[in-house]
């Protein structure tokens, strides 16, 4: 069984997107969602408490809970509540809850992989140790033509694990960054990438983009291709986006965002 795991607050429009590429899967899937907001305990200093305006009785605005509200499908549980969850670590636990074998992977609602890139996940962990752990590189769009590579924002030792052999006994100790109670055999994301499974990771890209199966936002995949041919890199440099050519030294094209950390997950 792979079990795919999504914590989410206001994560439209990327969450109503999703179920599509797994309905694709021929392999036994499971898709767990809690929704809601969590204190902000047990996380990374990204992790700040969310303010009212955010959310109402502790759930989405911004459609998402009305969308998990009339999701029904036999292979997708959601679960919410009226009040803060104590951390996102009470989310995972929630989410994994009496799962003790398989392969689990975490999918926030803007990550993105393609049905072929979830079967060779799960053929690549389902016969391993239970608590082998898979990291990944993923294409970072943060804007409708901005995209950090996957060698830039978020490449920090601990970023992208993003899939486990499970086991009995298995939890997470922590969410960010995601820590087991169990020593991992860890695959790194340079193997991984040789695989192909490198996934898409839409910050504050698309509001028009078709999502999942493969399909990328137009205009920042157009860009990505063209840096990789000219060995442009980028670079974060407070809220401003810069594009720099690597062989010429100097900065090409610059991006002003409006707030470049804000998650949809």
């Known amino acids: 069984m792979l079990t795919i795991f999504t914590i989410v607050l206001n994560g439209s429009p990327y969450i109503q997107q999703k179920l599509e590429a ?14 809601g907001v969590s204190e902000p305990r047990n996380c990374t200093r990204w992790c700040k408490q969310v303010p009212d305006k955010w959310h109402k009785d ?7 809970h009305e969308y998990l509200k009339n999701l029904h499908h036999p292979k997708v549980s959601v679960q919410w509540r009226n009040k803060p969850w104590d951390g996102k670590i009470e989310m995972v636990r929630t ?6 074998c398989g392969v689990v992977m975490e999918q ?24 082998t752990t898979a990291q990944f590189h993923c294409n970072y769009f943060i804007g409708k033509k ?18 486990w052999k499970w086991g009995d006994g298995i939890e997470f100790t922590s969410h960010e960054p995601p820590l087991l109670n169990h020593q991992p055999i860890r695959i790194p994301r340079g193997v991984t990438e040789e695989m192909g ?27 990505f291709r063209k840096c990789a041919k000219q060995h442009i890199h980028h670079r974060i440099q ?18 002003s965002l409006s707030n470049p950390f804000r998650m949809a997950g």
């Open 95 to 100: 989410a994994l809850a009496g799962v003790d």
């Open 238 to 255: 407070g809220r401003n986006l810069r594009v720099f050519h690597a062989q010429k030294g100097r900065s090409i094209a610059k991006k």
């Open 108 to 131: 926030d609602a803007d990550e993105f992989w393609t049905p072929e890139q979830m079967t060779a996940v799960y053929d690549l962990l389902k016969d391993r140790t239970p608590g």
């Open 197 to 223: 499974l490198v996934f898409d990771h839409f910050g504050e890209a698309a509001e028009h983009a078709r999502l999942g199966g493969g399909l990328f936002v137009i205009n920042p995949f157009q860009l």
């Open 22 to 35: 797994y309905q694709k899967l021929q392999i036994p899937w499971h898709w767990r969602i809690v929704e």
């Open 58 to 64: 502790y759930v989405s605005i911004d459609g998402t």
């Open 146 to 163: 901005v995209v950090v590579s996957r060698k830039g924002l978020g490449s920090y030792p601990y970023e992208w694990y993003r899939a």
